[in-house]
């Protein structure tokens, strides 16, 4: 039931506590990280890249955009057919899920919102470039609490100014013959509310959520089904433990995957009875995290429903995070790097072999500026072509980057024959075996240059057969990195920097050790830890026993002491600096006296050139 208070009323009881504070609110989703767990989060991750930061000076406001769009809806096309005409897509991102929204705010000027994160005013010859730039559909984050003014006292009526600017943008999109979709995003965290222990918390965001979509459904009820409605972005799983004034959430994760379930469950009930086309919209489906590793688990659940193959799932990827979203690792493309992509995106098929279409509502390497990292081309090239070959629809993740707003196009010329190569345009007037067989020849092509691709002499391959030590290593400020996780991967690395690895033969002493000179000094640590592959399947219950580490030739003397441990059974880790642990493991094995997941502690000052860890392994009984 929507929950609407008189705003005139509340705003005259509060004029005088507004008059004292005007709190400005800086929204932001860096601290999404979801995908980092699979290699990649969020949340976000990606959506904190803000590039541009020069909105146009002038206010505009928004008019009334007709659109083409003729209302109709193909009920006998399913989500997996739609999924080839979305095409490749692309994200409005930075600017309507831009946060601005403040308690008691009375007056709300969408604009306002749309540029307060660097964001130019979107117009519809921008929109028109997206098209002629080889993107078939746009998706477009949107921040519902920035039009309500007082959301927190129950209030969750939405400012018809900011409905009618989100609907305008929709109209450019439809205008320029694309499909369109639209969420609740971010939205300043609210999400965590749903797992309050407090039930009068809860039960508010559950009306919150329903008043939301029983607005938004009801505008958009008799566009045509190009309009996409999706349920969440990336809060639909461990965001729903996010802090609300100081509490966080109680939820373990096996409810988290019950309560992200029974939200999508009710956000398609809700359409589904809310008039006009909506009884037989396509809606996508947020996964648990948006994470891929962690939707295809039997425990996240499509909804049921009253149409049939009108519903689609939306993952994001932005793996391996080091990658897509740090500087730590500037390069992609070895082996190691295009099985993972590979076997990510081909697990997704759970949902196609179930008829569910599947959208990558972000994806992107990360950059503040028109010119791509380096092997973006390769890593976009690989990406693409998993999703021709499994007929996913791609939602590249931009902020005014790669492609331009105001020029209207992507600059970089390789970037530009990438994508308009890869639009529906182009691809419609071949078969779908044609176009799967082509993708299947672009990833061997990708895979046999990468087998064939020299590394650095006296390097230490990855084997099934073989225990690799070597340290796991990122820095404070997140620009260097090497290989960091329990899959040794010594070509997962800051480019310049040399490391000393060294097989693990039987017991007896060893040494592994960073070299950073060559790459530029490390500031600190994040997260470090001695890693030996493969140490639990051919040694198991070994032990490790640290016997020096120096830093910068220097001794260190650890603050506390350590454990040997494994968190995937396979590789044996000896944490160093873990603050992802907060306890030593029931499991742990050979632990020391006052042992921590943090016995090295560095600030982000420090200086590390060079790091050598020193220890004996111990072989088990």
Partial sequence: MVKIKPKKAIAFLLSSVMALTALASCGDESSSTSESSSGGSSQSGGEGSKADNSADASSTTASNVQSNDDGSVNESLTSLELQRLMGNGINLGNTMEAYTHYYGKEDIYPDESETSWGQPITTQEMVDGMKAAGFDSLRVPVAWTNAMSYYEDGNYEI???????????????????????????????????????????????????????????????????????????????????????????????????????????????????????????????????????????????????????????????????????????????????????????????????????????????LTNSSEPKQDTDKFYTNFLANCDLYGYCPMLWDCNNLYQRREGKIVNEDMAKLFLDKSYANEKDKSLDDVKKDAQATLDKIAEDAANQLVEEGTIMPDDNKAIAWIMYQSKDYSKTYSVGDSYDPTNKTAGLKATNVEITGAGDYSVSLDFTECGSAKGIAFSALGISNGEDLFPGCTVTINKVLVNGKEYELGSGYYTSSDDKHCTRVNLYNAYVSDVPADARGATDNATPTPMSFKSTDVIDTLEIQFTFNEGN
């Fill in 159 to 365: 400012d018809s100014a900011y409905l009618d600017r989100v609907e305008e943008i929709v109209n450019y999109a439809l205008n320029a013959d694309m499909y369109v979709i639209i969420n609740d995003h971010w939205d300043g965290g609210w999400w965590g509310r749903f797992g309050q222990k407090d039930e009068s918390i809860s039960s508010a965001a559950w009306d919150m959520y329903e008043a939301m979509w029983t607005q938004i459904a009801d505008r958009f009820k008799d566009y045509s089904d190009k309009v996409i409605f999706e349920s969440a972005n990336e809060e639909l799983g461990d965001r729903l433990n996010d802090e609300i004034d100081g509490v966080k959430g109680g939820l373990s994760i096996n409810k988290c995957y019950e309560m992200t379930n029974k939200i999508n469950q009710t956000f398609v009930d809700l359409i589904r009875k809310s008039g006009g086309n909506n009884d037989k919209r396509f809606l996508l489906i947020a996964g648990y995290n948006t994470d891929i590793a962690m939707t295809v688990k039997e425990k996240f659940q499509m909804p049921s429903d009253t149409a049939k193959d009108k519903l689609l799932v939306s993952v994001h990827y932005y793996t391996p995070w080091d990658y897509c979203g740090t500087n730590g690792v500037n390069s992609w493309g070895s082996g190691k790097d295009i099985e993972e992509q590979n076997t990510l995106l081909q697990s997704l098929t759970r949902f196609t072999d179930e008829g569910y279409g599947v959208v990558i509502g972000e994806y992107a390497v």
